[in-house]
């Protein structure tokens, strides 16, 4: 079976992406898979630099086609931040509940009208035999006040999509994955990947 590489250890993120990517008919691996590749530095300083810099490195030491995203949360009242630190807001080795705790306490004094943000999910696929690609995936919506759900991770409890009434961590994968940034980032990217494993 032909596979592809996900450059990450996040769980999370790879359950999510892996459930987008099952109709291709391909071995998904993460980087648990190559305990030999060290931490990679994300400092490109960029979610398109950094997601093309993971995709590049796991490529290199693997190998393999290589798959690779940033995810940035940007808020408009905080000047896009937290941004490509979305995931080290409160620091280099932050919990999911202490960044949303720094948002929420950021976001305290700011009205419904001006709790607008995004989500950027920026993903690199890259194959020795065809170079790089990039892709972007965005999902609108707004900051709420208080955490509601259980579901996802990261900011998932306080971001409610644009049009509908539950927060990201309210729906269940299949939900989530047909709206969020990093399902419309898989989406434009599922094309390519099929061209190139068919």
């Known amino acids: 079976m032909k596979q592809i590489v996900l450059a990450t250890h996040n769980a999370d993120k790879a359950r999510e992406i892996s459930a987008l990517l099952s109709g291709l008919g391909v071995g998904v691996l993460t980087l648990d898979s190559f305990p030999q590749i060290g931490p990679i530095t994300e400092d490109a300083g960029t979610l398109e630099g950094n997601a093309l810099l993971k995709a590049t490195a796991v490529n290199r030491e693997t190998g393999l086609p290589s798959l690779g995203d940033d995810t940035g949360l940007e808020v408009h009242s905080l000047y896009g931040e937290p941004g490509v630190y979305s995931s080290r807001y409160s620091g280099e080795h932050a919990t999911y509940a202490e960044n949303v705790s720094k948002l929420l306490?950021?976001?305290?004094?700011?009205?419904?009208?001006?709790?607008?943000?995004?989500?950027?999910?920026?993903?690199?696929?890259?194959?020795?035999?065809?170079?790089?690609?990039?892709?972007?995936?965005?999902?609108?919506?707004?900051?709420?006040?208080?955490?509601?759900?259980?579901g996802g991770f990261g900011y998932d409890p306080v971001f409610l999509p644009a049009g509908c009434d539950?927060?990201?961590?309210?729906?269940?994968?299949?939900?989530?994955?047909?709206?969020?940034?990093r399902g419309r980032a898989v989406g434009q990217m599922i094309p390519l990947l099929r061209e190139y494993f068919k």
């Open 166 to 181: 539950r927060t990201l961590a309210e729906m269940d994968l299949s939900e989530k994955n047909g709206i969020s940034h």
């Open 105 to 150: 306490a950021a976001m305290k004094l700011f009205p419904p009208r001006r709790r607008g943000a995004r989500f950027r999910c920026v993903m690199a696929f890259v194959a020795a035999d065809i170079g790089s690609r990039i892709v972007e995936g965005v999902c609108t919506g707004s900051i709420l006040e208080k955490r509601r759900g259980i």
